[in-house]
């Protein structure tokens, strides 16, 4: 690997300068992205490995970040399942045939690798592409934060639907998590096998969990997929919003890096993990509408705060807005890649 910045920081080893990639770095922020959008349905440049390795180029070629991330969605395994997805401008996605009951959940399949071979495809065409020069990041959504789309039918603000189906059906919620489990172990040893160099598992809205409650319904199927990962020099990244709570209980299922939301002092998060896990994050996303200055600033103070920690690699506490400036996001990459004068 050419640039080996993002590999060697989320295995905690000491890097010259701290690597940058930013979650939804391919997207519609990038004028570029929208020439390929307007042509295309979101699910239809998921489903094309070669328009899905446009995409994930972008990023690489535009901004000069250190990692790629794959183009496509968390919700690809909810679909290969059985669920009826969509995606529509301004709705955002959308399953038409929500999980409400036992006989929903015996509908959906666990068996599903075919339905899904269009991403390991996607991994080869664009690992051709990447030619060693930085590293290709895998994903998957997580058990708790796939089951809240296929229980609302698409997004939520409260997420009632799934609290309730949580509190008053526990035996079908875990029946639901332990299918979606399945699936996503077998879903990231795919990707492994066809070629990514790590992976991160988003539990996006863990956040709207109680302590007790991420526990049951999320926290102990990411440790049954963590551990069954065929992971052999794949680092492995553990993202929630929610993770400057979950933090803890988050490395107790072992990943190589915990991906830490904008509340948090990272370096006390850092600190507080057993050795030998990284931290990534944790820059407001909202910072990226401000002014340069401001931008410049707020990654100085990160940076100045974790001097001195192996295992620290940049990112946002979540993803880009779509309406964030490009020049501001590869400005900030500009500030990380001058940092100290490594400009590397
Ligand atoms: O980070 C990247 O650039 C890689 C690609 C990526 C996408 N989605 C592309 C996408 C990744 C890693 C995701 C993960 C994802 N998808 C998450 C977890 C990360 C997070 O943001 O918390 C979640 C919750 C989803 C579900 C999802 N997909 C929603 C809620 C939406 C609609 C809202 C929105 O931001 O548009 C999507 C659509 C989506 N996923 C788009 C992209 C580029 C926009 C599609 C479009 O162009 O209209």
């Known amino acids: 690997m050419k640039n080996s910045l993002f590999l060697d920081a989320a295995l905690s080893k000491a890097t010259v300068r701290p690597p940058v990639w930013m979650m939804r770095q391919a997207g519609r922020f990038m004028p570029e992205y929208w020439e390929i959008k307007n042509k295309y349905s979101f699910l239809e440049m998921c489903k094309t490995p070669e328009i899905a390795a446009d995409v994930t180029m972008l990023p690489i070629d535009l901004l000069g970040v250190d990692a790629a991330i794959?183009?496509?969605?968390?919700?690809?395994?909810?679909?290969?399942?059985?669920?009826?997805?969509?995606?529509?401008q301004g709705v955002g996605p959308k399953f038409a045939n929500p999980v409400k009951n036992q006989k929903?959940?015996?509908?959906?399949?666990?068996?599903?690798?075919?339905?899904?071979?269009?991403?390991a495809d996607a991994i080869k065409v664009i690992q051709q592409r990447l030619n060693g020069n930085v590293p290709l990041i895998g994903f998957a959504g997580a058990p708790f934060t796939v089951m809240s789309y296929l229980v609302e039918g698409g997004s939520s603000k409260d997420f009632k639907l799934t609290k309730l189906f949580i509190h008053n059906h526990p035996q079908l919620a875990h029946q639901l998590l332990q299918k979606?489990?399945?699936?996503?172990?077998?879903?990231?040893?795919?990707?492994?096998?066809?070629g990514v160099n790590a992976v991160q598992l988003f539990d996006s809205w863990a956040l709207s969990l109680s302590w007790d409650d991420y526990k049951e319904f999320s926290h102990k199927y990411n440790v049954e997929i963590i551990a069954k990962l065929n992971r052999k020099d794949v680092p492995v990244i553990s993202f929630c919003k929610g993770s400057?709570?979950?933090?803890?209980?988050?490395?107790?299922?072992?990943?190589?890096?915990?991906?830490?939301?904008?509340?948090?002092?990272?370096?006390?998060?850092?600190?507080?993990?057993?050795?030998?896990?990284?931290?990534?994050?944790?820059?407001?996303?909202?910072?990226?509408?401000?002014?340069?200055?401001?931008?410049?600033?707020?990654?100085?103070?990160?940076?100045?705060?974790?001097?001195?920690?192996?295992g620290f690699i940049f990112n946002?506490?979540?993803?880009?807005?779509?309406?964030?400036?490009?020049?501001?996001?590869?400005?900030?990459?500009e500030v990380v890649k001058d940092w100290r004068g490594a400009s590397s």
Not at 70 to 88: H, K, N, P, Q
């Open 244 to 310: 400057s709570v979950f933090a803890p209980l988050m490395a107790e299922a072992k990943p190589d890096v915990v991906s830490i939301d904008w509340n948090a002092d990272l370096r006390n998060i850092k600190q507080s993990l057993p050795k030998g896990i990284a931290v990534q994050g944790n820059l407001d996303p909202h910072i990226l509408y401000a002014d340069k200055s401001v931008i410049k600033d707020r990654i100085h103070r990160l940076f100045k705060r974790m001097e001195g920690e192996n």
């Open 104 to 119: 929903d959940i015996d509908n959906l399949q666990t068996d599903v690798l075919d339905r899904l071979q269009y991403v």
């Open 180 to 194: 979606i489990a399945l699936v996503t172990i077998d879903y990231l040893n795919m990707q492994i096998a066809a």
């Open 316 to 333: 946002l506490g979540h993803g880009i807005m779509p309406d964030i400036p490009f020049d501001h996001v590869k400005y900030a990459v």
């Open 70 to 88: 794959l183009f496509s969605d968390i919700l690809v395994t909810g679909e290969a399942m059985g669920g009826d997805l969509s995606f529509t």
